[in-house]
């Protein structure tokens, strides 16, 4: 799993700025390994929830305009900025967000969880 803090400006990480934004993630091989499934989601600041986007998160950020606006941190250090981020919400642990990812976002009984999902608006 890759954590990704996102800044307002490029590279407001050297200014000590800190983050606005966190993206969350992962490339699974297929079975037959000739192929990737890529999941990824993102605090989403209107809908006050963890959104399951990785269309979304892929165009973010693989732009050119983006590139020095991202940073990648451990799993510690996305626990650390995450709830300045979201208001309080923590960084669900890595079970629940591969749970997530099987389910493309639309998991069954999603009320379950003790984080905050879109959906769940």
Known sequence: MVYYAIYEFDFDWEKGRPPVG???SHRVHAPDRNSVVYHAMHWDHEQLGWVYAPDRCSYFL???DNLDRQ???ERAEAERITPAITGGEELPDEDTILWIFQWKGEPPQAEDSKHRWAWDR
């Open 71 to 73: 940073l990648v941190v």
């Open 22 to 24: 966190i993206i969350v």
């Open 62 to 64: 693989n732009s050119d």
